[in-house]
T-cell receptor, first 113, second 111 residues
C-alpha cells in the first residue's frame, strides 16, 4: 500500500491568487492523478501527472489553469491559478502501481473568497 | 465515454438495519472499486471486484459484481453509526489506469 501526504490540508485564498498543492507518496509509483471534488459532488479527474513530461489533462481542464509537475516517481504538485470562488473544492492526489487499488491522500480543501 | 450511476443518492437508515447501494455502468466493467469517504476527508478503499459474479466481504460489508459485469451492489448488514459517510463506486476506464467515479451515495445511520 501507499501512503500519500498532501499539503496544505486546507487554505483560504483571495480571488486572483494562485495556490500550489504538494503531494508526496511514501514509495515510488507508476501513476499519479489529481482529482477535484466540488461541494456536494463526486470526484472529477483533472489530469494524470506524468513523470518527467507534461501532464495529460481531461476534457475541461487546461494547463494554464492547473499546471502540474511531477519531477520524480514519488512527488507531484498541482497549482490552481488565478483562482475564483468556483475553484473552491477539495483537491485530491492519488497514486496507483499497476492494476489494483487507487490510493488517495487526505485532500486539500480550498476556499476562495 | 463510460458513466457510472449510483442509487440511491442518499439514504437514511435506523441503526441495525440492512441496506444496499447500487452502481450501474454504461459499459462493461473491467474493475469496480468501492470507496468510503467521511465528510471532507480522503477516500478509504473498501473492495475491488473484477470477475463476473464475484463477491467479497469485509466485516459487515459485502460487495458483488453481476455476471454481465455492468452492475455492482454494496450491502451493509446491521448498520452502525460508524458506517455513515459517502460511498463511491469507481471503475477502471481502461485508459492509463485512471478511475472514473459515480456521483456517490450519502449514508446516514440514526442511533
Amino acid at each position: 500500500s501507499a501512503v500519500i501526504s498532501q499539503k496544505p490540508s486546507r487554505d483560504i485564498c483571495q480571488r486572483g491568487t494562485s495556490l500550489t498543492i504538494q503531494c508526496q507518496v511514501d514509495s515510488q509509483v507508476t501513476m499519479m492523478f489529481w482529482y477535484r471534488q466540488q461541494p456536494g459532488q463526486s470526484l472529477t479527474l483533472i489530469a494524470t501527472a506524468n513523470q518527467g513530461s507534461e501532464a495529460t489533462y481531461e476534457s475541461g481542464f487546461v494547463i494554464d489553469k492547473f499546471p502540474i509537475s511531477r519531477p520524480n516517481l514519488t512527488f507531484s504538485t498541482l497549482t490552481v491559478s488565478n483562482m475564483s470562488p468556483e475553484d473552491s473544492s477539495i483537491y485530491l492526489c492519488s497514486s496507483r502501481q499497476g492494476p489494483g487499488e487507487l490510493f488517495f491522500g487526505e485532500g486539500s480543501r480550498l476556499t476562495v473568497l | 465515454s463510460q458513466e457510472l450511476e449510483q442509487s440511491p443518492q442518499s439514504l437514511i437508515v435506523q441503526e441495525g438495519k440492512n441496506l444496499t447501494i447500487n452502481c450501474t455502468s454504461s459499459k462493461t466493467l473491467y474493475g469496480l472499486y468501492w470507496y468510503k469517504q467521511k465528510y471532507g476527508e480522503g477516500l478509504i478503499f473498501l473492495m475491488m471486484l473484477q470477475k463476473g459474479g464475484e463477491e467479497k466481504s469485509h466485516e459487515k460489508i459485502t460487495a458483488k459484481l453481476d455476471e454481465k459485469k455492468q452492475q455492482s451492489s454494496l450491502h451493509i448488514t446491521a448498520s452502525q453509526p460508524s458506517h455513515a459517510g459517502i460511498y463511491l463506486c469507481g471503475a477502471d476506464s481502461n485508459q492509463g489506469g485512471k478511475l472514473i467515479f459515480g456521483q456517490g451515495t450519502e449514508l446516514s445511520v440514526k442511533p
